[in-house]
């Protein structure tokens, strides 16, 4: 049987902060390691918040340091809005964090969608699919790209990336990216990976927290029910980690600890 994922609870949002820096970072390292790169994808909601809260602290030493000029940074989701639109998942991480890294940490690359296409979410879908082609290898010989980390983010219903309980898109099996139309959470169109390409990360991070997303999570880890966040579990196992605060996990029948 395959390990099970590992669920970390913080006293405080402070706290898994920090805990998230030295997961990002030892991530970090094995990307470079691997490829002289490090390659994530991020998603919205409120995970660049804390992003930027664990990843613009000053270094506590050499091995606490962040590479940003290494960082090549993709969405695990967008939506189909203009880069300054206040929908939009870069516009997002543009304010909470690109826009605050200092310049001795360096640039990341960043790859925002193209908007060329907004008014076509195949086109986008597939344009951004391209992206990751040239940044992946040849897609005759990669079956799938493999992300260093990605950083997700658990919605009310279960759903990460642009993946929603219930919908259709949760059984494709052959596009790395792929479009939605009819997001049941606004703005309609979007374009998001798909579960093969987040369940083949090397690692995966779910950053949940509050009280709000009690009932979600033991739903998630107590029953799963075919919910995305569930499925990201069942197919990732042990590469696969949750950082909650208490709050978030309050009630929750599942094994946990304060670290890895």
Known sequence: ??????????????????????????????????????????SGGSLPKTLAKALLAPPSSPEDTIQFSKWEIFFADERAVPLDHEDSNYCLLKAELLDKIRAEMGEPTVHPIDVAHLDDVQELADQYEK???????????????????????????????????????????????????????????RITLTLPVVTHGVKIAFVATGGGKKEIMKEIFEGGNGLPCALVNEGAGERCTWFTDTAAVEGVSYPRRGSL
């Open 131 to 189: 992206l990751l082609v040239s940044s992946f290898a040849a897609r005759d010989s990669v079956k799938l790209p493999i992300f260093d980390l990605l950083l997700l983010g658990c919605g009310p219903d279960g759903h990460t990336c642009s993946l929603f309980p219930g919908h259709e898109l949760l059984r494709e099996s052959d596009a790395w990216v792929a479009p939605i139309e009819d997001s049941p959470k606004p703005p309609p169109k």
């Open 1 to 42: 049987m395959a390990k099970q994922p590992n669920l970390l609870a913080f006293p405080s949002v402070d706290d898994l902060a920090k805990s998230l820096r030295t997961y990002i970072i030892q991530c970090q390292t094995s990307g470079l390691t691997r490829h002289d790169a490090f390659k994530i994808a991020v």
